[in-house]
T-cell receptor, first 116, second 115 residues
């Protein structure tokens, strides 16, 4: 297991189309996070899973966004009816939460979404 | 709500200099703090993780310190090289409104090392 994998690396889509991104975390990690990063800003938290349960969603995650993590393995992030404001880098991270809090996060390379 | 501020926003120095990047956070009730590096158009690479009970961590030419009570961390880069050019991001876990164990990031320091 070489790290967190994200697919695709780049996605260009027309406004109004649906897109889906995939994240494969480090297999030993039980937590998976999605972040969004726009130009010149730090990443912003979207949602996270512990195993297969989605435990928290940011208010940034509008009704057009949905995330799943079936069987506690890979995760998908779907954006429906994309808007130009959705253009950003979508980052996935995983971590292992032990009894003494997090042991640090490992990020994937991200998916760059451009909505035209 | 936890807020993270990084100073300076940008920094350009000649090769070989030692430099310090600063990070401050508003809520000191953190679990840990992590420094990341981001190259243009790429994901984040973890540099150093400091648990709340620790004062500093070192990796090669990098040294990060944490003063939890004052809400500050510094990243010290010794003998800078052109390959160190990147954006450096500071992030904390914990504090009000940060999302359970989610990271709250600063906007980063864009570093350029001139050959």
């Amino acid at each position: 297991d070489t790290g967190v994998s994200q697919d695709p690396r780049h996605k260009i889509t027309k406004r109004g189309q649906n897109v889906t991104f995939r994240c494969d975390p480090i297999s030993e990690h039980n937590r998976l996070y999605w972040y969004r990063q726009t130009l010149g800003q730090g990443p912003e938290f979207l949602t996270y899973f512990q195993n297969e349960a989605q435990l928290e969603k940011s208010r940034l995650l509008s009704d057009r966004f949905s995330a799943e993590r079936p069987k506690g393995s890979f995760s998908t992030l779907e954006i429906q009816r994309t808007e130009q404001g959705d253009s950003a880098m979508y980052l996935c991270a995983s971590s292992f939460l032990g009894p003494a809090a997090s042991y640090g996060y490992t990020f994937g390379s991200g998916t760059r979404l451009t909505v035209v | 709500k936890q807020e993270v501020t990084q100073i300076p926003a940008a920094l350009s120095v000649p090769e070989g200099e030692n430099l310090v990047l600063n990070c401050s956070f508003t809520d000191s009730a953190i679990y840990n703090l992590q420094w990341f590096r981001q190259d243009p158009g790429k994901g984040l690479t973890s540099l150093l993780l400091i648990q709340s009970s620790q004062r500093e961590q070192t990796s090669g030419r990098l040294n990060a310190s944490l003063d939890k009570s004052s809400g500050r961390s510094t990243l010290y880069i010794a003998a800078s090289q052109p390959g160190d050019s990147a954006t450096y991001l500071c992030a904390v876990v914990g504090g009000a409104g940060g999302g359970a164990d989610g990271l709250t990031f600063g906007k980063g320091t864009h570093l350029i090392i001139q050959p």
